[in-house]
């Protein structure tokens, strides 16, 4: 979902962080009351800002709006690629650990393979070292 969206979506509370008027973060969190779970859902911060702990600020004060809203625990995810090491490095300073999680997708659309003689090719990445497991169906 493009930042804009999440920033206007109903579910989602959104705060930002501003330096000489201009804003150079942002901060959205989702509420999952019946898990008493809060997420992080998305935290981005301009690049040029990035490195001086305006990510660390948002993210902690999330988390300590989350446990005043009832929340009992926190969640945030990412990708496992070298792309999303800086976050990974983040979430871990400010005190989120690791959740192995194996996702699978299947591509539905090639139910009609056999009847067109195509092959699907299936192929698994190991992101390592966030312990995902990724299947990606091609037709």
């Known amino acids: 979902m493009p930042p804009l969206d999440v920033c206007a979506a109903e579910d989602t509370n959104v705060w930002v962080a501003i330096d000489a008027g201009s804003t150079v973060g942002f901060v959205a969190?989702?509420?999952?009351s019946e898990d008493s779970m809060g997420e992080i859902y998305m935290v981005a911060v301009d690049p040029d800002f990035q490195g001086r702990g305006i990510g660390s600020?948002?993210?902690?004060?999330?988390?300590?709006w989350m446990k005043d809203a009832g929340m009992s625990v926190a969640m945030v995810e990412t990708g496992g690629d070298p792309g999303h090491e800086r976050a990974r490095h983040?979430?871990?300073k400010v005190g989120f650990e690791l959740f192995p999680v194996?996702?699978?997708?299947?591509?539905?659309?090639c139910a009609d393979v056999k009847s067109q003689r195509l092959l699907c090719s299936l192929w698994a990445i190991a992101l390592v070292p966030s312990n995902h497991v990724w299947f990606h169906v091609t037709c």
């Open 90 to 92: 983040t979430y871990e």
């Open 102 to 109: 194996a996702r699978y997708f299947k591509k539905l659309a």
């Open 57 to 64: 600020a948002l993210i902690e004060f999330a988390l300590a």
């Open 29 to 32: 969190v989702k509420l999952h």
